[in-house]
């Protein structure tokens, strides 16, 4: 790694889980296609802009998908590195199937595996999340719902003066109904 790392050079993610996501997180979902690319749109963008260092909370849908985002840059070989947050140890064991398979695969190729927690509490997530926030200067964020754990990250990242890039799902999900009837396909 040739870049130093630093708060400002650092980005963690917050968003929903699939099933909360508009459309469910379904990969043939006009919506999903489209919060995909715009997160890989900001992971790029952040990277041009100088960061570095991307910090993942493991939790599926857009946690999982951030993370394989930031490896996939890597693999091109972007001079980025990846940390995984565990909110406690045995996070992710009853993950099935892709979510699983993502959840290993970033745990394989993480260049550093943090544990908020050893064992499951009701407080693990929300110290994952303050564990991110506290070091991070950016917070891509994408949300539909500000009444989640997701909106209680981004006023936390506000709180603690980050830069906040925001996706708002939910307008992406109303585009995507206001063009879905026309003889194209915006999305």
Known sequence: MSSMI???????????RTEKLPGGGDENSPV????????????SD???????????GLARGIDLWAGEIVLDQKARGKD??????????????????YDK???????????EIVYASEEYTPYCMKKRNEYMVNRSG?????VSDYRSGTGQTI???????????LIDAAEIARQS????DSSFNVL
Do not use: M, Q
Request: some cysteine.
């Open 6 to 16: 630093t708060r400002e050079t650092t980005v963690c993610f917050t968003g929903h």
């Open 32 to 43: 999903t296609k489209a919060i995909k690319s715009l997160l890989y749109k900001a992971v």
């Open 46 to 56: 952040c990277i041009d802009s100088g960061c570095r260092c991307f910090v993942t």
């Open 80 to 97: 980025v590195r990846l940390t995984a947050v565990f909110p406690y140890r045995s996070h992710g064991s009853s993950f099935k199937g």
């Open 101 to 111: 398979w993502a959840l290993g695969n970033i745990v394989h190729e993480a260049d």
């Open 138 to 142: 950016k917070i891509i964020a994408v």
């Open 155 to 165: 006023r936390l990242a506000e709180k603690a003066g980050l830069d906040v890039i």
């Open 177 to 180: 109904e206001k063009y879905k």
